[in-house]
C-alpha cells in the first residue's frame, strides 16, 4: 500500500512577461504568477485559483508535509517511469504544477540536463525535496504560462492540471511551449475519484438535510481527454487510465490527508461547510457502505496518464489513406502473396 507507517495500508501571459530559458543555473525563484481573478475570457470559472493558492501553500507549510506526500509521490514515479521509457536526453524541461517536486526526485541528471519547476503556490516551492537535477524555481500559474514559443524538449505535469479551469487553454500553452518533436506527459485525475466519499456525503446530506450540495470538485471524463490533446495541436496520443485504492482508518481521516495535500475542494459552488449530524452520518455510511474486513475504509484515485507529441518531420506518419496494396481480407493468404525469396529466409 502506498500510505507510509502512520496510516493504515493503503493563455499565454503578455509578452513582457515571458521567462527566458536561456541562463538561469542556480536555484531561484521567479514570480509569473497571474493577476487575482484573473481567467480566460472563453473559460468557465468552476475553481477559485485564490483560494487553491492559499491550500497548497498551507499544505506546504505543515511541519509535516511529507506526512501526505505519499499519493503524489506515487504518481510522480510513475510519471517518471513514463520518461525513461523513451530513450533519449532532453537537455530542457519543464515540470508544470510541481507542489514540492514529486517528479523531480525520481528523475537523473543524466536524462534531464536543467529543470523549471512551476507552481503557484511559493511555500511549495520552497520547501521541494532534493534532487539531483540542477532545477529553476517559478512562482506562476498553470493557466498562464510566462515561457516563449519552443523552449522545453519535455514538460510533465502531475496532479495538478485538475485545478485549471480552462483545460483546453492549459493544454494548447504546454503545445506552443514544447519545441518540435518536444513530448508532454501529464497525469490528472479521473472521473471516478472519491466515488466512495461522494456517494457518503450525498446520502447523508440528502437523509439530513432534504438535498445535496457538491463536495467533490469535477474530473474530465477519460473520452474528453483525447479530443482535447488533439484540439492542441498534439499527435501521437497515448491516455491511459489506473486506480491507486488507499485504506484509511476512516473518512475523517481520509478527508484529513486531503486537506494536507493541499486538494481540498476549491469550487465556486461549494458548501462552505456541513453540519455535525450530518458528517457523522456520512462517516457511518462510508463505513457500512465499503468497509474492509479489516475495518478500514478505501478510497479510490483514478489516474488518467496522458502522453503527447508535437509534431515534427522526422516523426513517423501513417501512409495516406488508399495507399495500401494489400486488403484486410487478403491477410490470411499473406503467404501466397509473398514472394518466394522473402518466404525461405
Same mark, same amino acid.
Given at each position: 500500500?502506498?500510505?507510509?507507517?502512520?496510516?493504515?495500508?493503503?493563455?499565454?501571459?503578455?509578452?513582457?512577461?515571458?521567462?527566458?530559458?536561456?541562463?538561469?543555473?542556480?536555484?531561484?525563484?521567479?514570480?509569473?504568477?497571474?493577476?487575482?481573478?484573473?481567467?480566460?475570457?472563453?473559460?468557465?470559472?468552476?475553481?477559485?485559483?485564490? %483560494?487553491?493558492?492559499?491550500?497548497?501553500?498551507? =499544505?506546504?507549510?505543515?511541519?509535516?508535509?511529507?506526512?501526505?506526500?505519499?499519493?503524489?509521490?506515487?504518481?510522480?514515479?510513475?510519471?517518471?517511469?513514463?520518461?525513461?521509457?523513451?530513450?533519449?536526453?532532453?537537455?530542457?524541461?519543464?515540470?508544470?504544477?510541481?507542489?514540492?517536486?514529486?517528479?523531480?526526485?525520481?528523475?537523473?541528471?543524466?536524462?534531464?540536463?536543467?529543470?523549471?519547476?512551476?507552481?503557484?503556490?511559493?511555500?511549495?516551492?520552497?520547501?521541494?525535496?532534493?534532487?539531483?537535477?540542477?532545477?529553476?524555481?517559478?512562482?506562476?500559474?498553470?493557466?498562464?504560462?510566462?515561457?516563449?514559443?519552443?523552449?522545453?524538449?519535455?514538460?510533465?505535469?502531475?496532479?495538478?492540471?485538475?485545478?485549471?479551469?480552462?483545460?483546453?487553454?492549459?493544454?494548447?500553452?504546454?503545445?506552443?511551449?514544447?519545441?518540435?518533436?518536444?513530448?508532454?506527459?501529464?497525469?490528472?485525475?479521473?472521473?471516478?475519484?472519491?466515488?466512495? %466519499?461522494?456517494?457518503?456525503?450525498?446520502?447523508?446530506?440528502?437523509?439530513?438535510?432534504?438535498?445535496?450540495?457538491?463536495?467533490?470538485?469535477?474530473?474530465?471524463?477519460?473520452?474528453?481527454?483525447?479530443?482535447?490533446?488533439?484540439?492542441?495541436?498534439?499527435?501521437?496520443?497515448?491516455?491511459?487510465?489506473?486506480?491507486?485504492?488507499?485504506?484509511?482508518?476512516?473518512?475523517?481521516?481520509?478527508?484529513?490527508?486531503?486537506?494536507?495535500?493541499?486538494?481540498?475542494?476549491?469550487?465556486?459552488?461549494?458548501?462552505?461547510?456541513?453540519?455535525?449530524?450530518?458528517?457523522?452520518?456520512?462517516?457511518?455510511?462510508?463505513?457500512?457502505?465499503?468497509?474492509?474486513?479489516?475495518?478500514?475504509?478505501? =478510497?479510490?484515485?483514478?489516474?488518467?496518464?496522458?502522453?503527447?507529441?508535437?509534431?515534427?518531420?522526422?516523426?513517423?506518419?501513417?501512409?495516406?489513406?488508399?495507399?495500401?496494396?494489400?486488403?484486410?481480407?487478403? %491477410?490470411?493468404?499473406?503467404?501466397?502473396?509473398?514472394?518466394?525469396?522473402?518466404?525461405?529466409?
Amino acid at each position: 500500500m502506498l500510505r507510509p507507517a502512520g496510516l493504515w495500508p493503503l493563455c499565454r501571459r503578455p509578452w513582457a512577461a515571458r521567462v527566458s530559458a536561456e541562463n538561469p543555473g542556480r536555484r531561484e525563484i521567479t514570480s509569473g504568477v497571474s493577476p487575482r481573478g484573473s481567467t480566460s475570457l472563453r473559460a468557465l470559472n468552476i475553481f477559485d485559483r485564490d %483560494l487553491k493558492r492559499k491550500q497548497k501553500n498551507w =499544505a506546504a507549510r505543515q511541519p509535516e508535509p511529507t506526512k501526505f506526500d505519499y499519493l503524489k509521490e506515487e504518481v510522480g514515479s510513475r510519471i517518471a517511469d513514463r520518461v525513461y521509457d523513451i530513450p533519449r536526453a532532453f537537455p530542457l524541461a519543464l515540470d508544470l504544477g510541481c507542489g514540492r517536486g514529486y517528479i523531480a526526485q525520481y528523475l537523473n541528471k543524466e536524462t534531464i540536463g536543467k529543470l523549471f519547476q512551476v507552481d503557484i503556490a511559493e511555500n511549495a516551492l520552497k520547501n521541494s525535496l532534493e534532487t539531483e537535477i540542477p532545477t529553476v524555481s517559478i512562482l506562476a500559474d498553470e493557466e498562464f504560462l510566462p515561457f516563449r514559443e519552443n523552449t522545453f524538449d519535455l514538460v510533465v505535469s502531475s496532479l495538478s492540471l485538475h485545478w485549471v479551469n480552462d483545460l483546453p487553454r492549459a493544454l494548447e500553452q504546454i503545445h506552443y511551449i514544447l519545441k518540435p518533436d518536444g513530448v508532454f506527459i501529464g497525469a490528472m485525475f479521473g472521473g471516478d475519484t472519491l466515488y466512495e %466519499l461522494r456517494c457518503s456525503l450525498q446520502l447523508a446530506e440528502t437523509e439530513r438535510e432534504g438535498g445535496f450540495s457538491p463536495h467533490i470538485s469535477p474530473f474530465t471524463a477519460v473520452n474528453d481527454l483525447g479530443h482535447l490533446l488533439g484540439r492542441a495541436g498534439f499527435n501521437t496520443l497515448t491516455v491511459d487510465t489506473d486506480e491507486i485504492q488507499v485504506n484509511y482508518p476512516g473518512m475523517f481521516e481520509l478527508m484529513e490527508d486531503l486537506q494536507g495535500m493541499g486538494e481540498s475542494n476549491c469550487s465556486w459552488n461549494r458548501k462552505a461547510l456541513l453540519h455535525r449530524d450530518t458528517m457523522l452520518a456520512a462517516a457511518a455510511v462510508y463505513r457500512e457502505m465499503y468497509r474492509n474486513e479489516d475495518g478500514s475504509v478505501p =478510497a479510490t484515485y483514478q489516474i488518467y496518464y496522458m502522453i503527447g507529441w508535437k509534431y515534427h518531420e522526422s516523426q513517423a506518419r501513417p501512409a495516406e489513406r488508399g495507399s495500401a496494396t494489400v486488403s484486410f481480407g487478403e %491477410l490470411g493468404k499473406i503467404n501466397n502473396l509473398m514472394p518466394q525469396g522473402k518466404k525461405s529466409q
